[in-house]
């Protein structure tokens, strides 16, 4: 009895203890002591990882005392997909509502300053004071996907790739980013990287499911690139997408088999559609459709030349 009672008074008094650490913590975080409420928060997190208080706690003064990365390092490694889904979702949210906090007055009025300048079409003007922004909060998601923006509105696609990169690194879960950046590397012709950014993802949808098969060809897996293509087609709405299916569908097939019928069909498809091809083409449509158009041409000539035969033959 008197055992049972020891260690119902040990568990007590542990319980005791760590209330008293996490009142302590709160104490020096409601009266500035971030230093001091960080070295208390730390330990209490690592003791328990899921605690969503203290894993809060750690990040808010992580961003505070040690900057934007720190504290991304720090999501990067408690956002696991072993959370439930709603908790997971709810530990992103907070992430996101971190990483896009202000630490700066300064930072902020460049920032709201740019806004009103894009509004404006003041592209230049605008990029200007975001770049400002960021020397002064490096890091920040939303100065950075603002600054990325308007490179692409001037059409400095290097510089947009540079920021859209950066903003990425800051906040690396948002799905339509994800996507935007492997167009950028598909862009600049980084198929390896384009296909680490989409690997394990889920729900890609059209476009995401096109940048992969797109890669997958380039780096040589025609296969599974024709088989992501057909279910681009399965699924198709958006004309720019099913065109470029039709046309890797062309590329594969030609691989395989050489000139054929199929081949032919597939890039007379692509030919058909008549996509516009924007100033920022990750699919490169301009190579695509010279490609197609000399391979349609070289069938019509194969065509002609294999009737003419047998008749310049036959009036010998």
Known sequence: MAGAKAILLAGFLAASCALAKFDAAEYYYDHGNFPLALSLWEPALKKNPRDLKALQRVAELTLLLRGRSAMAELFMESASDSWPVEVR????GVFWDLQTRFLTDRAQELYLQAVQKRSRKDFEGAAALLTQASSQEPGQPLVLRALAQTEWDQGSYEAYFTSLKGAWKSYP??????????????YFKQYSAALSLLKGASALGERGLLVRAVSLFEMGDYAEAKSL????????????????????LGQVSFRAEGPSAVTSKFYSKFLSLGVERPDFDPFHLKARIAEAQRYTSASDENTISRKEKPTRVLSR
């Open 229 to 248: 293509a057909a279910s681009v087609l399965s699924r198709g709405h958006h004309p720019t997408d099913v065109a470029v299916a039709y046309s890797l």
């Open 173 to 186: 879960f948002d799905s339509g980013q994800r996507i935007q950046l492997a167009e950028a590397f598909l």
């Open 89 to 92: 979702s709810k530990l992103l």
